[in-house]
């Protein structure tokens, strides 16, 4: 079990007390395209262009082309939040901490709320990246919901094993946790049927009342998961949740929900493969879940 709202939280507070020292030369840079001296061009592409640019690059592996292609977005939309906030970000991935802070400290005399919210993505990151697996149920209390995330059906609408290994798990923090409602959040319906229903039906099938279920079945991401699953536990006065996933899914998974506004306070996998996942991601391994993670905190940025 973690309890990331603390890791968050702390990772903030860190963060807010970094000193935050830019010579009149790196202010210089950013505003014209970042500290990795790329000037600004007299015809720089459409913001949105740059970033989904740069968002391939970082896939890629290419960090040095990404921030970039970040630098000259920021040059041709220099005020504007969300380019500051994708730049920080990515920048921290890429281990420009220069650039990063520089982002960050233009940000907050621009937009204070959203350079607080870039650094809670962050803190976000840090928080899931130290998730470890973990098949053993949570001790939680009723305002605590459990999610349970979907995986692709096959053809027909049956389930795969994975899936019901996911859902096998569910219904353990289920029975330790009798009070909690539960979340199945997935959509990509396979015969007319949406993951989440199926899910649904599986749980009601193993003895779950129905009335303790609720169904999202319009997401076809793990970001939207978080998105969409973040606002039905809004909706419903629910405090936190506790994630149920792959092992190999969980980090991201509770990245996404933590940035989507999510109070994680467990992670639940499916005990296949969790020798294997115990060991934290590379940097590169970080890869999708700081790519999530943009998406999750501003999905309209590409």
Do not use: C
Request: glycine residues 10%; proline residues 7%.
């Amino acid at each position: 079990m973690i309890r990331s709202v603390g890791k968050v939280s702390i990772a903030v507070k860190i963060a807010r007390r970094a000193p935050h020292v830019l010579t009149a030369a790196s202010a210089f840079l950013l505003t014209v395209g970042s500290v990795s001296g790329i000037a600004a061009a007299d015809n720089i592409p459409a913001p949105a262009s740059l970033y989904r640019s740069a968002q391939a690059q970082f896939v890629s592996g290419h960090d040095a082309a990404g921030l970039r292609d970040l630098g000259r977005m920021v040059a041709a939309a220099p005020d504007k939040p969300q380019s500051l906030a994708l730049q920080a970000i990515w920048a921290d991935y890429a281990g420009d901490l220069i650039t990063r802070e520089a982002a960050l400290n233009r940000l907050n005399g621009i937009d204070p709320g959203m350079a607080a919210g870039a650094r809670g993505v962050l803190g976000a990151i840090g928080a899931g990246v130290g998730t470890l697996p973990n098949p053993m149920p949570s001790m939680i209390d009723p305002h605590t919901a459990l999610v349970v995330l979907g995986y692709g059906l096959l053809p027909n609408g049956t389930m795969r094993p994975e899936l019901v290994n996911r859902l096998q798990a569910a219904w353990l923090q289920a029975m330790a946790a009798p009070n909690s409602p539960i979340v199945v959040t997935g959509g990509a319906p396979q015969h007319g049927v949406p993951e989440a229903a199926a899910m649904a039906g599986w749980l009601i099938g193993h003895g779950i009342p129905a009335s303790r279920i609720l169904v999202e079945d319009r997401s076809g991401s793990t970001v939207q998961n978080a998105l969409f699953s973040t606002r039905i536990m809004r909706d419903r006065g629910i405090g936190g949740a506790v994630v149920i996933t792959s092992p190999n899914h969980i980090r991201r998974a509770v990245t996404d929900f933590i940035v989507a506004g999510t109070r994680v306070v467990g992670a639940m996998t499916s005990p296949n493969e969790i020798i294997s996942q115990l060991k934290p991601p590379s940097k590169a391994a970080q890869r999708g879940i700081y790519l999530d993670a943009t998406h999750t905190f501003l999905p309209n940025s590409g």
